[in-house]
């Protein structure tokens, strides 16, 4: 433990474009730790701000990675050796927006890989405010880079959830529900006790393992469109003498198609919650909407507060998370890039610093 004299790093130079380096690093400000990665997961965001120049709030040279989980080694000696998950969004605290309660949406959030400087988690070490640090008291056996994808792929879901009012008795249906953040959506809509959690998505083998992880049906939508999709979802609510209005439609895509088919579906009193990422545009007739008395909720990140809470679901293993991850050396990040990219992932990539 202790601050080295430079931090290693994957740096996105322009769109496309990585280079191994380092980096000084920073002499730690009042509140602040340095963080030493055992993990970061590859996000969908990332794959997006690498590869379509999406713009981020510092502009390259960066280090995206945004899912971190780590040991402090430097900073508050109490907290020094401490196992942390780095929270995707940190808020100020202390703006209009975080004394709303809305903090997952502060306009002057830190986020690693976007708006925390240069830094970020495709590195050996991240300085990062410690006020909202998840504490991981006990892994209950898991390695600790395992826990990087909560401070996103769920945590994300999960504010979804609560965006959502996501309560006993509700009906769920998620498209890209065997995505890297749709696999938790499913899981945690099922563990907060919805209903009925319909499985949306294209792939085939993993609609049906989604069955034995919170999925009561699912729709495949290979060679469908909408209007067949919308025929599949009404035969099955007819057969379970289920209402077709009133659902929660969980929208994991992030891409046209996932979309139409929650806004086709978006019926009487159901709420439509935009939980992935894409830089689409998408036509939509608004009075639709008013003529439902429905509502369309975006939702970014989510509160630290809420950590604590999923990490206790993901030890208690009501959320599974090893199946739906697997781990490489950082050194092959450029590689993982490439197959996400080109959709050649069947898991979410957690990288391993091995500079």
């Known amino acids: 433990m202790g601050m080295p004299a430079k931090i290693a790093t994957w740096q996105m130079t322009e769109p496309g474009k990585l280079i191994k380096t380092s980096i000084d690093a920073p002499e730690l400000q009042p509140g602040e730790v340095l963080v030493e990665i055992a993990g970061c997961g590859v996000c969908h965001t990332d794959i997006s701000y690498f590869f379509h120049g999406v713009p981020t709030v510092t502009k390259p040279p960066l ?137 949306v998505d294209r792939v085939a083998e993993k609609l049906e393992q989604s069955l034995q992880y919170g999925a009561t049906a699912t729709i495949d939508t290979t060679g469908k469109n909408t209007k067949d999709i919308r025929g599949e979802f009404k035969t099955y609510c007819k057969s379970k003498n289920l209402p077709s209005h009133g659902w929660k439609f969980f929208e994991c895509t992030g891409v046209r198609a996932g979309q139409e088919i929650c806004l086709d579906l978006l019926g009487f009193i159901g709420k439509m919650i935009v939980v992935g990422y894409g830089t689409q545009k998408i036509e939509y007739m608004f009075s639709r909407l008013m003529a439902f008395d429905a509502e369309i909720i975006g939702t970014w990140g989510c509160l630290p507060k809420y950590y604590p809470e999923v990490l206790k679901l993901v030890l208690a293993n009501k959320i599974k998370v090893e199946p739906f991850v697997e781990t490489r050396p950082m050194s092959r990040i450029e590689s993982v890039l490439a197959e996400a990219h080109a959709g050649r992932l069947k898991k979410r990539v957690i990288l391993t610093p091995d500079f």
């Open 63 to 199: 280090t995206l990675g945004h899912e971190i989980s780590g040991k402090v080694v430097a900073g508050d000696e109490h907290l020094l050796g401490k196992e942390v998950i780095v929270p995707a969004v940190m808020p100020c605290n202390k703006c209009a927006v975080c004394a709303s309660g809305r903090g997952n949406r502060c306009l002057k959030q830190k986020m690693p890989g976007n708006s925390l400087g240069v830094y970020g988690g495709f590195s050996s070490h991240i300085p990062v405010p410690a006020d909202d640090l998840c504490f991981i008291e006990d892994r209950a056996g898991m390695p600790p880079e395992m826990f990087s994808v909560v401070a996103d792929a769920i945590t994300s879901p999960y504010q979804a959830a609560r965006r959502a009012g996501l309560q006993e008795g509700d009906l769920v249906l998620i498209t890209g529900a065997v995505g890297g953040i749709g696999t938790y959506m499913t899981q945690i809509a099922s563990v907060l006790g919805a209903k009925e959690v319909i499985a």
